[in-house]
């Protein structure tokens, strides 16, 4: 792989062995294209994806969510602060653990959550639709194998 | 897919039909083992990648490497200030267009780089060894034909 070269003619050179590089940059143009399309809600990274996951796991921990985000609990703590704020989520103490916070979403919440989800529909679209279907399931298979371990490893 | 659920159990909804979503938890987790592991060095995000790139294409111009790291025009310009500042890399007036600037890596810059690849192969191993060689292959060919596509489009 260390001779791979771009279609443009640029060499990636050593950095080729890397999966991370591939990632990254595929990640910052599906984030460029999410962040101009949805600028008229200014969203944080990590806001809709917290929201989604909160509508998916009603009562969900703030721990869980942190740790399915792959962001740090102070970043998670924050956005939780962000989603109250705007209405679209809200924290109730645990009545099994008084200690910890389940996280619900509102009906404001769902509403908002639909509509980005249209949008992301959107933004996805074009790359995404340069792989098969069967591409795509192996793509998520393999991208939730490598996530899998970071999560055990923490 | 949007029945996934993740090995503890929380479910991911509609958001596992969403790639970004994976790219963006995996890539996330390696980039915070990237940032622990140089923290000695305070690399910003894109710094690693730009100086590597300029190594493997020397004279390369400020827009193709934008381009590959696919970060925007002034956030690559402000890591060209910052690679100069370390000595790491130099601009020079290309000599054919004086308009551009041709980039270069300096021996200063290639010691580091060096150095950081040892860490970047220590950070992505125990992830990358979920992986047999050929998923690795296949996974580097999705993710680069998903990236050839954003190019176009711009």
Redesign the interface.
Known sequence: ?SK?E???G???????D???????????????D?VNATANRGLR?GLF?SL??I???PG?SQA?LS??????KSVTVSLLDDLERRGWATRKRSTQDRRRHALYITPEGERELEEI?AV?STT?N???H??SPA??????E????????????E
């Open positions: 792989m791979a771009t279609a443009t640029v060499k990636l050179g050593r950095l080729g890397y999966v991370g590089f591939r990632l990254r940059r595929v990640q910052n143009q599906l984030s460029r999410f990274s994806s989604a996951l509508s998916a796991n969900i869980e740790r399915e985000i792959a962001m740090d989800f992301v996805e074009a790359v995404l340069q792989l591409e795509l399931m192996l793509l998520s393999l991208l939730d194998r490598m996530y899998a371990v970071c999560v055990r490893e």
